[in-house]
T-cell receptor, first 114, second 118 residues
Framework: ELKVEQNPLFLSMQEGKNYTIYCNYS?????LYWYRQDPGKSLESLFV?????AVKQEGRLMASLDTKARLSTLHITAAVHDLSATYFC??????????????FGQGTILTVHP | DADVTQTPRNRITKTGKRIMLECSQT?????MYWYRQDPGLGLRLIYY???????NKGEISDGYSVSRQAQAKFSLSLESAIPNQTALYFC?????????????????FGPGTRLTVL
């Protein structure tokens, strides 16, 4: 059974600071996704990471994937209030009839303070 | 117009009632999914459908059923609602692709339905 764990689950940051959210998963996977969810809203896709060593950046967010360590990171640079949201990682199981199913982490609630 | 729509957006019902949540999409995707979200648990897959004739149970299907009426429509039913089914429910769609370049089976989510069972 594929399990996905994020840490921390709660993150309170000051504006201007840097921090990293970690996503560990338990079995082989070939794709990892990061989503953002604002309170009361739907999920918005941030990044899709398709291979070992993949790195993607968008604004103050950078995501990376290490398939050997089964670890993805979401790095936040110089946080601003607008980044306050819940961030989820999700992983697909590689192969078989489960191809395409997503297993989600618990989510990390990020709050950025002035 | 939104690509993935869900109705209703909010629903309050009583224990034992039958409830149907509906999902429609205009993205032309073959694959559709139903998830529930509970605080601290992330999203958990209830059912998924890879095409009109394909229905599969997810990790928490007990107490739920689904119907794929057409490529664009996927409904979730609670035959006899109970309070621990109170949650936020999301429908999602994706397009199937084996290739790692270009399209990559990314899932697109609807706005969600907040269901409260009293």
């Amino acid at each position: 059974e594929l399990k996905v764990e994020q840490n921390p689950l709660f993150l309170s940051m000051q504006e201007g600071k840097n921090y990293t959210i970690y996503c560990n998963y338990s079995t082989t996977s070939d794709r990892l996704y990061w989503y953002r969810q604002d309170p009361g809203k739907s999920l918005e896709s941030l990044f899709v990471l398709l291979s070992n060593g993949a790195v993607k950046q968008e604004g103050r967010l950078m995501a990376s994937l290490d398939t050997k360590a089964r670890l993805s990171t979401l790095h936040i640079t110089a946080a601003v209030h607008d980044l306050s949201a819940t961030y989820f990682c999700a992983v697909t199981y590689a192969g078989g009839t489960s191809y395409g199913k997503l297993t989600f982490g618990q989510g990390t609630i990020l709050t950025v303070h002035p | 117009d939104a690509d993935v729509t869900q109705t209703p957006r909010n629903r309050i019902t009583k224990t034992g009632k039958r409830i149907m949540l509906e999902c429609s999409q205009t993205k032309g995707h073959d694959r559709m999914y139903w998830y529930r979200q509970d605080p601290g648990l992330g999203l958990r897959l209830i059912y998924y459908s890879f095409d009109v004739k394909d229905i599969n149970k997810g990790e928490i299907s007990d107490g739920y059923s689904v119907s794929r009426q057409a490529q664009a429509k996927f409904s979730l039913s609670l035959e006899s609602a109970i309070p621990n089914q109170t949650a936020l429910y999301f429908c999602a769609t994706s397009d199937f692709a084996f290739q790692t370049s270009g399209d990559h089976n990314e899932q697109f989510f609807g706005p969600g339905t907040r269901l409260t069972v009293l």
